[in-house]
């Protein structure tokens, strides 16, 4: 019998598709989590009563590594991702787009403050990032 399940077990493996990478750039879990920490910033940027907190930020970072190296990215290239200028300009205008669809424009700092103290409210990823200095 042990035979038998080792031959089932080895076929059912060799049957399986391999397991294919999107490129890291169109990963769900990591686009999401780096847009909210580029959306953070610019609340920050944009609002005198909020400050990142930047130590959150760089442990936040370093979980998203982790995980991008668990599903099997190189580590060369989640650090050429990351360092990117042009995935972040990306992330930046993409950021921009979801801040306007919420009211925020540059030059109206007040929108930008009552989107980042609703986030911290709802203790999201963007409010956990941020504090609020009133």
Request: some cysteine.
């Amino acid at each position: 019998m042990r035979p038998f399940i080792l031959t089932l077990t080895l076929t059912a493996a060799l049957a399986a598709p391999a397991h294919a990478l999107v490129p890291i750039n169109e990963e769900p879990v990591i686009r999401e989590k780096l847009l909210q920490g580029f959306i953070g910033d610019a609340i920050a940027d944009n609002c005198p009563t909020m400050e990142a907190r930047k130590l959150r930020a760089l442990g936040e970072l370093n979980k998203l590594r982790d995980y991008a190296l668990k599903q099997g990215y190189a580590s060369d290239v989640v650090r050429a991702f990351v360092t990117s200028d042009e995935e972040k300009a990306k992330f930046k205008a993409e950021a921009a787009d979801w801040l306007k669809a919420k009211g925020a424009e540059p030059g109206k700092p007040e929108a930008y403050c009552a989107i980042g103290e609703a986030e911290i409210a709802k203790e999201s990823l963007i409010g956990y990032l941020l504090r609020s200095k009133k």
